[in-house]
C-alpha cells in the first residue's frame, strides 16, 4: 500500500473518487438534473465537444510541441483508433515490408515528382512552395519547413505505403517505423547541407544512383530551382529529362572539399557522465540552457553507460562545434574525459597525450592559437600547457591558458570601494595573481590557512611586493571572497551574511549559503557578430562565454606572437583593454538572476 505524505493531493483524489462514484450512480438510473428554462452559462462551456474535451488538459500535460509533432500525432493516433488492423502488430512481415518499397518506389515517387513540379508553377509556388526554398536563407535544414497544405499532400502520399499493408493484413511493426525513419533520414540528409555519401558506393553498385539521391543532388534543386524534382529516387527525373547535369559533377567536387582550417581552437572535455546529453551533439533542449542535473536522465542509464563505453573504447578528440567571428574561424575540440578522470593519477599520462595530440593537429592544420580550457590546463596535470610548449620548442600554434583574461575579469568584477577580500580556494597561477594585482591596489588580502598565507609570502618576496596588504586571520569578516577550488561548507558557513563569493575558479562552488550572494565563473558576454552559437558551454547562459575560452580569440586577433601557458602572464590590462575593444562585454551579475539580465538581448 502507498500511503501519499500530501495531504492536499489525498483530499483531491478523495473528492474526484466520490464524484466518479455519484456521476457512475447517475448514469446507471438514467437521471437527468435541469434546470426548468436554462440561462447563460447553465452548461458547461466544453460540453459541445462532447469526449473531446479531454483535450483541453493537453496544453498541461506537454509543452514545446511544434506544428509537426501534433499534426503527426493527431493522424497516427487516429488511423490506430479507426482501423483495426493497426493496432497489435506482428514484429515482422516480409511481404509487408516488399509492398511498402514497392509502393514508395512506385506510386509515392511517381505522385511526388509530379506535385513536386506542379507547385514550382507561378500561383502555387508564390502562395506555397516559396515558404520552403525561402527558408534556406534562415534555416541550416529546411527539410520539414513547409505550409500546411503541402504536409497534408506530402502524408496523404506517405500513407500509402502505410495503409496498403493495413488493410491487406501485412502490416508489421518494422514496416511502419522502418518507413518513418526511411523518411525522416533521407529528408534531413538532403537537407543537411554537406555531401556524406561517398563515390565509392555508387562505384560498387551503379544503379544505386537511380534509387538513391544525394545532399549535392537536391542542393541542386534549391539553386537551379527547375532541376532534380525528385523525392529520393533520382529515375523519374532521368526519365524526365529534368536531371541536372551537373549532379555527378558537383557530388565529386563537394567530396574533395578540402576541410576548413580553424583560426582558434578550444580545447575543452566532459564534466559528468550526462554531461554528453548538454553539449550540441546531445539534445538541444538540454544544449541550449546552462547545464543542470536532470533527475529523468536517470532513466536512460543505459545509454549514459554506453557512450562512457564508448569514449574508453574510441578515446580520440572530436569536433564539438564551428563558429565565426567576422573573419575568424573558430572551433571547440572535446578530450572525451570526465572530470573524475583527471583526479586519477593512472590517468593523467593518457590524458596528456591525447592533449598533446590534438595540439600537435592543430600545429599541423595551421591553427593559430589552441586556448585550454577547465582541467586540460591543470598545473598538476601539465603546467598550465608549459608541459607541451617545452618539450615541442618549434609549435608554431600559440598555446593560452587564458589566465590573465581571468584574473582580469575577477578584478572588474569586484565592488568599487572595497577595501579587503578573503582569498580561499586552490591556490592557483590566477589566485596568486589576484593577490598580487590586489595588494598593489591598496586592498588587504586576508587568507584562513596559514599555509596558504606562506606561499603567497614567498611568492611577494620574490616579486618585492609591500607584504603589509597580505594579512592571515580567522575571524573571516570580508565580505567579498575570493574562491576556487577546496573551497568547503564549513568555511561557506562561517562568511557573515551578505556575503559576495566571486570564483576564480574554471568551476562554480557549490552554494551553501542563501543569505549570501553568488558570482558566476569568470566570464564575458560575446559580441553578436560572434555566430552559430546554439549552446551554452557548461553552466553559462547561451552567448556568455568563459574567460579561458575568449582569452583564445582575443590572442588571436590581436596577434600576438607569444604563448601564455607555464607561470608566464601577459599584461593584464592590456589583455582587458583589447577584449572589450573587440566586443567581448564585462558580465558582473550573480549566477541565478544570469538569465534575466541576458533577456533583453537577442540570442
Known amino acids: 500500500m502507498t500511503i501519499n505524505s500530501n495531504p492536499s493531493t489525498t483530499i483531491l483524489q478523495s473528492i474526484l473518487w466520490s464524484q466518479q462514484k455519484i456521476l457512475l450512480l447517475l448514469k446507471h438510473h438514467s437521471f437527468c438534473f435541469m434546470a426548468s428554462t436554462p440561462g447563460i452559462l447553465s452548461d458547461w462551456p466544453w460540453k459541445p465537444l462532447g469526449t473531446f474535451k479531454y483535450i483541453l488538459l493537453a496544453p498541461f500535460v506537454i509543452r514545446s510541441w511544434d506544428d509537426q509533432i501534433l499534426f503527426n500525432g493527431l493522424l497516427y493516433y487516429l488511423a490506430n483508433y479507426t482501423f483495426s488492423g493497426a493496432s497489435r502488430l506482428p514484429l515482422w512481415r ?4 516488399i509492398m511498402a518499397m514497392l509502393l514508395h518506389a512506385g506510386p509515392v515517387e511517381f505522385l511526388y515528382y509530379w506535385l513536386h513540379r506542379a507547385l514550382h508553377h507561378h500561383f502555387l509556388y508564390s502562395r506555397y512552395h516559396s515558404h520552403h526554398h525561402s527558408s534556406i536563407v534562415t534555416e541550416p535544414i529546411t527539410s520539414v519547413i513547409h505550409p500546411f497544405a503541402e504536409h497534408v499532400s506530402y502524408f496523404v502520399l506517405f500513407a500509402i505505403p502505410l495503409l496498403t499493408p493495413v488493410f491487406t493484413n501485412t502490416v508489421s511493426m518494422i514496416t511502419v517505423f522502418g518507413y518513418v525513419t526511411y523518411i525522416d ?6 537537407h543537411c547541407n554537406f555531401e556524406i555519401i561517398p563515390k565509392w558506393l555508387f562505384s560498387i553498385f551503379p544503379p ?3 534509387f538513391m539521391y544525394t545532399p549535392s543532388f537536391h542542393s541542386l534543386h534549391h539553386t537551379q530551382f527547375r532541376t532534380n524534382y525528385c523525392l529520393y529516387m533520382p529515375f523519374y527525373d532521368y526519365i524526365y529529362g529534368t536531371i541536372d547535369k551537373n549532379s555527378d559533377e558537383l557530388h565529386d567536387s563537394a567530396l574533395k572539399r578540402e576541410e576548413e582550417t580553424p583560426d582558434v581552437v578550444h580545447l575543452t572535455h566532459l564534466t559528468t557522465p550526462k554531461s554528453i546529453y548538454h553539449l550540441r551533439l546531445g539534445f538541444s533542449s538540454l544544449a541550449s540552457k546552462p547545464y543542470q542535473p536532470k533527475w529523468y536522465l536517470f532513466f536512460i542509464w543505459p545509454l549514459t553507460a554506453f557512450s562512457m563505453i564508448l569514449t574508453w573504447i574510441c578515446a580520440r ?5 564551428e563558429n565565426r567571428l567576422d573573419k575568424l574561424k573558430l572551433q571547440t575540440w572535446v578530450i572525451p574525459k570526465y572530470n573524475f578522470q583527471y583526479s586519477l593519477q593512472s590517468q593523467k599520462l593518457s590524458i596528456n597525450r591525447m592533449i598533446e595530440k590534438a595540439i600537435l593537429d592543430a600545429d599541423k592544420k595551421g591553427v593559430k592559437v589552441l586556448s585550454l580550457g577547465l582541467m586540460n590546463q591543470g598545473e598538476d596535470l601539465n603546467i598550465y600547457g608549459g608541459l607541451y610548449v617545452s618539450k615541442h620548442p618549434k609549435l608554431k600554434v600559440k598555446v593560452v591558458d587564458g589566465s590573465s583574461l581571468a584574473v582580469a575579469v575577477v578584478l572588474n568584477s569586484i565592488p568599487k570601494g572595497t577595501t579587503q577580500v578573503l582569498l580561499r580556494g586552490k591556490l592557483t597561477k590566477v589566485a596568486c595573481t589576484l593577490a598580487l594585482k590586489l595588494c598593489h591596489q591598496g586592498i588587504k588580502v586576508a587568507t584562513m590557512h596559514k599555509d596558504d598565507y606562506m606561499r603567497l609570502k614567498n611568492l611577494f618576496n620574490r616579486s618585492e611586493t609591500n607584504l603589509t596588504n597580505l594579512i592571515i586571520e580567522q575571524s573571516c569578516t570580508q565580505k567579498i571572497w575570493l574562491v576556487g577550488d577546496e573551497l568547503s561548507e564549513k568555511e561557506q558557513l562561517h562568511a557573515p551574511k551578505g556575503t559576495l563569493f566571486i570564483p576564480y575558479s574554471q568551476f562554480p562552488p557549490k552554494r551553501y549559503r542563501k543569505d549570501c550572494s553568488y558570482y558566476c565563473t569568470p566570464a564575458m558576454l560575446i559580441p553578436s557578430s560572434l555566430e552559430n552559437v546554439h549552446s551554452c558551454e557548461d553552466w553559462l547562459p547561451r552567448r556568455v562565454m568563459s574567460a579561458w575560452r575568449i582569452a583564445g580569440i582575443v590572442h588571436s586577433l590581436e596577434g ?5 601557458c607555464n607561470y608566464t602572464m601577459n599584461d593584464i590590462d592590456k589583455v582587458w583593454h583589447s577584449t572589450l575593444q573587440h566586443g567581448f562585454q564585462s558580465l558582473v551579475v550573480c ?10 538581448i537577442k540570442l
Do not use: C, P, R
Open 591 to 600: 549566477d541565478h538572476t544570469i538569465s534575466n539580465a541576458l533577456d533583453s
Open 185 to 190: 533520414f533521407m529528408n534531413n540528409m538532403g
Open 94 to 97: 516480409t511481404d509487408g515490408v
Open 208 to 210: 544505386l544512383k537511380y
Open 317 to 321: 578528440t572530436f569536433i564539438l562545434e
Open 560 to 564: 600576438w606572437n607569444e604563448h601564455e
